[in-house]
């Protein structure tokens, strides 16, 4: 009874406050805090639109100084912005590039192939140097030798005849011709000179023989798979070396040098050249241990390496080298200098582009 009793009171209270309050006051408070509420949602969109407009200004702005046109600037941001990007990745990098082009071409059966051509040039993606990893088979390089590898096991020699926006071509350079039909799938392999190995595989589309040349018709892909073909990164340099080796000279072991100049370095091994002349002093042999002595980044190296392979030209003979148990500091150093070397590279290429 005694709670039913303070139940009471306190709900008598209640209402006894409630009928003191100024409700004119309440009304005003409701009212400012709905007007706050819309103006700050107001001033929140007029921020995202004024950011919206600075940004498509600034893009602008930065595509007409890579000398785009209209139509391509309005491609590269509606396309962009279609697929949830930021449209200046699209200038910057040629991967985001060839994947709003995809996009534009999956929606524009009728596109223009020449008007993506020039804007492939224009921004400098219509050739992708050694150190940069192909990301598209767009980006292949006409020529490029491979294998052909077809369902029932067999491989043939194949080089890429032509390419387009859609499609490569690849020509078979084997006397023998694969036995294929339309919407077989097929494997190639190929080796890009300094970079990797790398593997796709797509459906015949057509099957073309044009003079007596077996053309293949494959669509392009992403699906690229890149297999590195050395333990550590190389980059091409052009660096004055000696080469020493033991010989034999008047029935004694005499450690004789030669200049030498590094064509291409890593933390593993190095190429290095010979003059004609000097190769018979040395004599040098696949297998043999050499001693490499060179400078870089202003230090003095001197290692021991092994000779894996021997590519001689008409003027100058090469050597592919491995160093042998190399010390730690040394092989950081070199480290150091190719991660330097790249990074200068890819930022040349990006002012050249």
């Not at 039913?4 to 009928?19: D, F, I, P």
């Not at 059966?109 to 940069?132: A, C, H, W």
């Not at 040098?284 to 001689?312: C, H, M, P, Y």
Request: proline letters at 3%; glycine letters at 4%.
């Amino acid at each position: 009874m005694d709670n039913r009793n303070l139940a009471v009171e306190g709900y008598q209270r209640a209402v006894e406050r409630l009928s003191s309050t100024d409700i004119n006051a309440i009304i005003f408070l409701l009212i400012f805090l709905i007007i706050f509420i819309l103006f700050a949602i107001l001033m929140g969109n007029l921020s995202k639109k004024l950011k919206a407009k600075k940004h498509y200004e600034d893009f602008l702005k930065y595509a007409k100084e890579k000398n785009l046109n209209d139509k391509q600037i309005e491609i590269l941001w509606n396309y962009s912005k279609d697929m949830g990007r930021d449209p200046f990745l699209s200038i910057e990098f040629k991967s985001p590039f060839e994947k709003v082009i995809t996009h534009y071409i999956k929606e524009n059966p009728d596109f223009d192939e020449n008007l993506i051509k020039d804007m492939r040039e224009k921004l400098g993606f219509d050739y992708v140097p050694y150190f940069v990893p192909l990301t598209s088979t767009k980006d292949i390089e006409l020529f490029q030798g491979g294998t052909l590898k077809t369902s029932d096991g067999r491989n043939y020699s194949i080089s890429l005849y032509d390419k387009d926006e859609l499609y490569m071509y690849w020509i078979v350079t084997d006397k023998s011709i694969p036995n294929l039909s339309i919407g077989d799938t097929v494997k190639i392999s190929f080796i890009r000179k300094s970079d990797a190995a790398y593997n796709l595989e797509g459906p015949v589309e057509e099957i073309i023989n044009e003079n007596g040349k077996f053309i293949i018709k494959i669509p392009h892909t992403f699906e690229l798979i890149r297999i590195q073909r050395r333990e550590y990164p190389r980059v091409e340099v052009d660096l004055e070396a000696l080469v020493g080796k033991i010989i034999k000279e008047d029935n004694q072991d005499i450690l004789a040098w030669v200049e030498a100049k590094i064509m291409d370095i890593s933390p593993a091994g190095a190429k290095i050249c010979l003059n004609p002349e000097d190769k018979d002093k040395l004599k040098i042999r696949i297998g043999d241990k050499i001693i490499l002595s060179f400078t870089l980044l202003d230090k003095d190296i001197q290692e021991e390496a092994e000779v894996v392979n021997i590519n001689e030209k008409q003027k100058i003979i090469c050597y592919g080298v491995k160093f042998i148990d190399i010390k730690e500091s040394q092989q950081k150093h070199i480290f150091e200098f190719v991660r330097k070397e790249q990074k200068r590279l890819i930022e040349m290429y990006k002012k050249q582009s």
